[in-house]
């Protein structure tokens, strides 16, 4: 659905988590009490639960810190403020990747940054929708333009989760882990995945779109559409209340440089603090590629950033790409 600004103003009131009554909101809107009523009702459909009480008003079900440009700016330092060209928050959209893929296709510059409340679309790895319930996570994407091709940038979805480790790690959040080829993992549960989509010429310039989905509180009621075994921030931490626009600043810190200076240094700059995030090494594994699959235990990855997986019969093999399980079912 898409959300009105009645709505986006009437969420920015009730975001503090505390009872408003309907006399209050219907003012501050210039509406009637009972479209106040309506209009709250419309919230559900973005997994924005409210309740009721007489003589109280209402309140949403738990407090949300909406995204604010301002906000993430002033956790912005100054090399990634010099890395941005511009910065986007968008209330609802399909997917900001998709998002900035097209503006890609028009000419966008390199440091296009594009965070959503919401998305009706959100994309996951192999056609897989990422489920994004409104003003709950992060949903990010980086659009960057490299001059040497596709081949010059294999690895950085690696790179890529070495620098969100590093952000949560600055905010003291430190049980995490990463599993190859691009999600961000704690306590063998998933808590984000990245997304790179990239177009261009073979050994040309390319356009590449960085995205990032990052659970910090995942309702009940969304988790019933994850296929797979997943955590949030809110589970790993224990506290309710997140900074996301301060998270969010401090992401860019750390991706933008790397997304930047990728070029230049490749995987190998990266390579030993991956590994020591590395939480399929040693595992026992099963990658699928297409309806492929290979079982065998995990021994890391190569110095180009491959999977290393040692057969039953004892053999090491290379895999440039897959989707791994630690068990024989899909994850």
Not at 224 to 245: C, E, P, S, V, Y
Request: glycine share 12%.
């Amino acid at each position: 659905m898409n959300i009105s600004d009645k709505q986006k103003k009437l969420l920015s009131l009730l975001a503090d988590g505390e009872f408003h009554s309907g006399t209050e909101l219907a003012d501050a809107l210039g509406i009637s009490r009972s479209a106040v009523w309506k209009q709250l009702n419309g919230l559900t459909e973005l997994g924005l639960h409210h309740s009721a009480v007489s003589g109280k008003g209402y309140r949403l079900d738990r407090s949300l810190e909406l995204l604010a440009a301002a906000k993430i700016h002033e956790a912005i330092n100054d090399r990634a403020a010099a890395l941005i060209s511009s910065l986007e928050i968008h209330d609802q959209i399909d997917s900001t990747n998709r998002y900035l893929v097209e503006r890609g296709q028009n000419a966008a510059l390199s440091g296009s940054v594009c965070f959503a409340e919401y998305q009706s679309a959100g994309k996951g790895r192999r056609g897989r929708q990422w489920v994004s319930p409104y003003g709950c996570n992060i949903y990010l994407s980086i659009l960057w333009r490299f001059q040497q091709g596709p081949a010059a940038i294999s690895g950085l979805s690696l790179a890529v989760g070495v620098a969100v480790v590093r952000a949560l790690k600055q905010h003291q959040i430190n049980d995490i882990g990463l599993k190859w080829p691009n999600d961000i993992y704690s306590q063998g549960k998933k808590l984000g995945g990245i997304l790179i989509e990239v177009s261009g010429e073979t050994d040309g310039p390319c356009c590449a779109v960085i995205g990032l989905g990052l659970n910090l509180f995942v309702p009940e009621t969304d988790a019933q559409g994850i296929n797979q075994a997943w955590t949030d921030l809110t589970k790993i931490t224990g506290q309710h209340r997140l900074f996301r626009n301060k998270l969010a600043g401090t992401l860019l810190n750390h991706l933008l440089p790397v997304i930047a200076d990728y070029e230049g240094v490749g995987i190998k700059a990266h390579l030993d603090e991956w590994r020591s995030y590395d939480c399929l090494s040693g595992q026992a594994a099963t990658l699928f590629i297409g309806q492929q699959q290979f079982e065998g235990q995990v021994r890391g990855i190569d110095d180009n950033g491959m999977l290393l997986i040692e057969r039953p019969d004892g053999t090491v093999q290379t895999f440039a790409s897959g989707e791994v399980s630690f068990n024989a079912g899909r994850s």
